[in-house]
Structure formats: C-alpha cells, structure tokens
C-alpha cells in the first residue's frame, strides 16, 4: 500500500527533479523550439510544491490530484501548462477518494492520466512529443507486476527509454515539425521534462 503523505513526497521529489533540469530542458527548446520550456515547468512544478504545502495524511489521492490539476491550470505560460493540467485531472479521475492505494489503484492513476491526456495530445509515439515518454511508461506500469515501488521502478525505465527514443524520431507538433529532418538526433524537451518526473516520482519511494 501507499498512502497519500508518501505519494506528495514523491509528487515534491518529481518537481524538485523537474526543477533542477530547468538549463538542460532550456537548452534542448532553444535548438527548434520558443527555449521556454525549462521555464514553464520550472514554473508549473514551484506552483504544484508552494500549492500543496507539507506532505499530509488529511487528503484523499482523488482530492490531492484535483488540487494539483487546479493549481497548473492557473499559470500563465507555454503550452506544457493545459498538457500538465490535463495529465494531473486524469490522475484523479483514476485516483480513489481515499488516502491509500494498493498496487491495481496506483496502475489505475497513470491510466486514466495518460487516456485523458491523449484525448487532448492527440499525439502518439513518434510524433516527438511528452507521449513519447508518458506512453511507455505507463505500458509499462500496466504490465508490470509486484508491489508499488517495482511498479514504478518499471514505469521508469519506460520512460527513459522512451524519452531517450525521442531522438530517433522528427517533430510533428509545435514550432519544432517546421524544422523536420533537422530535429533528429535531439530529444524532445517535453519528452525529457516527462522523464524527470518519474524520475523523481521513483527517487521520492526510496
């Protein structure tokens, strides 16, 4: 089981993760993008720690996660913000109103995060996008089996690799699709952003 006062830490830890690639993500945006990102999800990840306050045990997972939707959604800044938003309101469509989970509820979460934001995204693996991370790590969340933290150890090297695999791949969304051919052999910086969040998510269960 996971309680809620685990799951904020580790929520702390993926923004802490996010925040301190802000240069890496700044730079990899400047190559074919607006070299806004790693502001934007220095941004959005300040406002989900500042937002949340302490880890608790008060909240439920559905509550915490509607909460979090709600505080990113209220930035001013680029289009990681309703990308972001989107994802943490899926969550808590899957989330239990209660503040522990078992292993199939915690699944249930990134499931229900990732199908609602791709109602939205639209995007698949290969267009160079965050999905190219998000989508193998939650394929690989579902098909893992063990207890939370082997869960999440999985769905973390699914998105390494997928964020690593975004190199391979030509931009298809964003000011990025107008350079094509040129955007291979660099990785997405939404992809890679997306990849410090499980991360982080993995180093806050230690």
Known sequence: MLNIKEFMTMIVSAADEIIAAEV??????SKFGDADHGLTMKKVMNRIKSDMGEPNDTQTFKAFLDDVSMSVMMINGGSAVPLWSTLFDGMSVGAPDKTDVDAAEFKEIFKQGYETLAELSKAKVGDKTMMDTLIPAVEAIQN?????????????????????????????????????????????????????????????LQ
């Open 144 to 204: 893992a089996e063990g207890d939370i933290k082997e869960i999440l150890e999985a769905g973390t090297k699914g998105a390494e690799a997928g964020a690593e695999n975004s190199k391979n791949f030509v931009s298809k969304f964003g000011r990025a699709k107008s350079y094509k051919e040129q955007t291979i052999g660099t990785p997405d910086a939404g992809a890679v952003s997306m990849k410090y969040f499980f991360v982080g998510l993995n180093k806050g």
């Open 24 to 29: 890496e993500l700044t730079d990899i945006d």
